[in-house]
């Protein structure tokens, strides 16, 4: 006795092509905050299938409304990081224009 499904038929893949994943990868990795349902739109088919595709041939996961692979290669992982983190050059702004022009022999003198 089995517990294998055995082949049936049934409604063709006929959305599940190699060039349907492909264009599917592309844009993912091209527009990671893409939704489902631009995907869908642009290749005719429904969000279903793309979430499918996603999922299933592609190994992505939706993390915070971005598509993420599951494994990040390190140079993945700095473009994320860059795109996510903003430049610090704009976090200290306002400690910048405070310190304009003044000059310090020491930290002591500078925290006073």
């Known amino acids: 006795m089995s517990t294998e499904d055995c082949e049936r038929s049934g409604r063709p893949k006929e959305f599940v ?10 844009m993912i990795l091209n527009y ?6 631009e ?4 290749l005719e088919i429904s ?3 793309v979430h499918h595709f996603s999922h ?6 939706e993390l ?20 996510i983190c ?11 224009r405070m310190l304009a022009g003044k000059k310090f022999s020491s930290n ?4 006073d």
Not at 65 to 83: P, Y
């Open 108 to 111: 002591e003198q500078a925290i």
């Open 56 to 61: 299933k041939y592609l190994g992505n996961r």
């Open 47 to 49: 969000t279903e299938r």
């Open 17 to 26: 092509t190699d060039e349907n994943i492909k264009i599917t990868h592309k």
């Open 64 to 83: 915070c409304a971005n598509w993420v692979l599951r494994e990040l290669t390190f140079d993945q992982k700095q473009q994320r990081v860059s795109q």
């Open 86 to 96: 903003p430049s610090n050059y704009f976090l200290f702004s306002d400690l910048k």
């Open 39 to 42: 995907i869908a739109h642009s």
């Open 32 to 37: 990671g905050k893409l939704k489902l349902n």
